[in-house]
């Protein structure tokens, strides 16, 4: 969500603003389908949801990029393979079950690739399959095939809201951006995410869908340029899906867009999907923006920012609007002393807003400016923090982005040209209520 | 504590044996008091307790290992240089501020080291200093060096009881441990420290004072290697203090111990004190202790132990007593993919206490098995989780261990003969109350 987008006032007002967002680029269908299933590792009856996105015709501009946990889950190894085809005809993607180092994993995703295959009339090798969800549960492919047809004869051109709330787990909204590109093309992308969410990439799924003609490998050297800024650039928790996946695909029905625009445009899309991913992140109360300047290159300043975001003391100190700045410095230490033990960190700054905190090897503290930066994380706050009303259950009183404010922290350690800025959120209540049941 | 202790039934019992363990090494004294300080950048009066540790006679054999955070605070700075002193003559000690980047930090550290020194009558070099609170808050030397006569006038030579206690800031309960060594020497540990804990070394102030003959340079060699499988082993939060210190000291009273029985001793009271901290880690209610096999050198598999010890959504789950074993594969996962991209995890077993989960690329699921992982859970934990009375503030119902059990768990990757055991906690509501608002 970037500065300049709307306030929210409620989850209708988000919903049409995102309804505006939705409209499909030409030459794309869009459906979903439900059905009901019992895993039988837990025996309890549970429904899940089938998305389709499908170009008019197959196509031969589409790119991925995947998760680098070392067990992927079976639609990944499935998707890396389906990179080597000449033309993909859709996407399918169901929730409630990602299919991760499960029974027959990849052989229950070709048979929901090849139902979807046969409902459209092409090769189920040119279907890629994603899924998100409980790891280590078998895919129900027999169920998920059974309703194929009836998905694919929903297919409608009109809209990718559907499929924006059909691949939700714990997400509290949907989440679609879209941009516009020149010569009347677009791209509109979704994405699905909230928790499990690190880098390389963010534990989401990730669909972007344009109609400019573009080449095959211009989209494949783009959207890993796209990528590297936003979802590589943001953490909720530290951890690392197994299921990761990011796709983009062209119709190809609008051409004359230039190599530059389509660049620009995967990057603003992914930069502002990555936002939204964060302050919907699970339990996320405050979004944090940390830039880190002045490190001997840019890596050097991604771990230093990353280091931060997922620091428990000083996430929990956000949550609490607690100006507990020397847990700020303890993980800009941590970072430097354990990675980069040769760096000299004598000229470190460090701002929150405007407000100067440290300088000359020293905190700049008052009480007055404690209560300037309690005044403003309280302000940026999403929303505040509210008792449980059973004493343990706590839960976010709104299911859309009230606002778009972030506690931008700036972080300087004036030693070279290396720069980066990543995304975070704080840790609270709300997460551990969501997790610490999450499946019960 | 370790599967041979006692069980405790309330605070009192507890105390009971702690009492019997802090009898002091012979040529050992302790004291401890407390004087009121207003910190001026939060203007909020506080009570700061000094605790003193002297040997009978300024003692050469003396080591210390220090924090590798590149902001260290500075009573670590001064440490370092009186590892070069000759003697060492006591240890000051004082909670609630750490003295870590605040103002004129040094020469307030030597100040209270002066004070005390002359109420020995020693050298102000002769007293390391450490300090264990608030990051980038004023050391208050002026109080501190005012109380310190009265606290040597009260120096007692039978037990570290009292230090255990002044030292603590978040601990719920002292942390005291003996072992003995031959011809009835002793080695005698105090160690405090609950959140901000994780390697190189656990964020803690940790002592030990022996009363057998060592060389220096012995000491020095032995304290590192026990402190490596131990303090270095744990984690509680990732996060890494700025004022981590363990120090071992000789009275230099009972000859004969040989070196390998210094090693063992010092060895076995640093696992002890450091999984004591782990049990008493902040809002800690499971304990787990993972030990990794089959990977090419110990290195990668604790590694590969940190990250599942630090994975919030693993960690959440333990709190909720739910087996949610993908979350353990994630970070496996996780690990060896970011950091070890060419390992083939394809031989990798897990198990949890005798179940095995993982075997032959595929998980081990039924619901029979969840059922009796989720009782094991619930056997492991410290004390169930309880709503909070007023709605929002989780706290221990217990100051004191109830019991050693702790989640075993096994993750085998089959491919080398490197092994490493690590021991971490959960995170819960708990956690987050004790974090969100620590200071206020």
């Known amino acids: 969500m970037a500065s300049h ?39 309890n009856a549970a429904q899940v949801t089938l998305s389709l996105l499908v170009p008019d015709r197959p196509t031969p501009a589409f790119a991925g990029v995947f998760t680098r946990n070392a067990f992927p889950g079976a639609p990944i190894i499935v998707g890396r393979k389906r990179l080597l085809e000449s033309h993909c005809g859709g996407v399918v993607i169901n929730n409630k079950i990602s299919n991760v180092c499960a029974p027959e994993g990849i052989s229950r995703a070709e048979e929901v690739c090849a139902a979807v295959g046969t409902a459209l009339g092409l090769p189920g090798q040119q279907i890629i399959p994603s899924s998100t969800g409980v790891i280590g549960w078998r895919l129900p ?10 998905v694919v004869a929903d297919l409608q051109s009109h809209s990718i809201l559907p499929a924006a709330q059909g ?4 997400d509290c909204f949907p989440k679609v951006r879209r941009v516009r590109l020149p010569g009347g093309a677009c791209i509109v992308g979704i994405a699905k995410g909230a928790g499990m969410v690190e880098p390389n990439m963010a534990t989401m799924l990730v669909y972007l869908l344009t109609d400019a003609v573009v080449e095959r490998e211009q989209l494949r050297a783009a959207l890993p340029a796209a ?14 899906s197994t299921s990761d996946t990011v796709l983009a ?39 944090q923006r940390v830039t880190v300047r002045g490190t001997k290159d840019d890596a050097m300043a991604k771990t230093i920012g990353k280091a931060v975001i997922n620091a428990p003391l000083w996430k929990t100190a956000l949550a609490g ?7 700020l410095l ?23 807003a405007d407000e100067e905190i440290f300088a000359q090897g020293c905190f700049q503290l008052n009480p007055e400016r404690e ?4 005044a403003y994380f309280q302000h940026c706050e999403l929303y505040p923090a509210r008792p449980a009303s059973d004493g343990i259950t706590f839960t976010s009183p709104v299911r859309y982005p009230p606002h778009p404010r972030v506690v931008e922290i700036s972080i300087d350690l004036g030693r070279g040209d290396g720069a980066f800025t990543v995304i975070g959120g704080d840790l609270t209540h709300e997460y551990i209520t969501e997790n610490a049941d999450y499946r019960s």
Chains 1, 2 share one sequence.
């Open 227 to 240: 990528v590297a800024p936003s979802f590589n650039a943001i953490s909720i928790d530290s951890d690392q």
């Open 141 to 150: 492919a027999e169920e998920l095939s059974a309703i194929a047809p009836s």
């Open 321 to 327: 609007n607690d100006p507990n700045v020397g847990r």
């Open 371 to 374: 209560q300037r930066l309690q």
């Open 5 to 43: 987008d709307p306030l929210f006032s409620s989850a209708d007002d988000h919903l049409r603003w995102l309804t505006q967002q939705a409209s499909l680029p030409q030459g794309w269908r869009v459906a979903t389908g439900s059905c009901p299933f019992t895993p039988p590792e837990s025996g």
């Open 249 to 287: 695909l062209s119709s190809q029905v609008i051409p004359g867009v230039s190599d530059d625009s389509l660049r620009q445009g995967l990057r603003q899309l992914c930069m502002e999907l990555a936002e939204d991913v964060v302050r919907n992140g699970e339990g996320v109360r405050h979004v």
């Open 167 to 170: 691949i939700m787990t714990t």
């Open 330 to 352: 303890m993980a800009v230490g941590k970072a430097l002393g354990n990675q980069y033990p040769d760096f000299c960190g004598d000229a470190l700054r460090m701002s929150i």
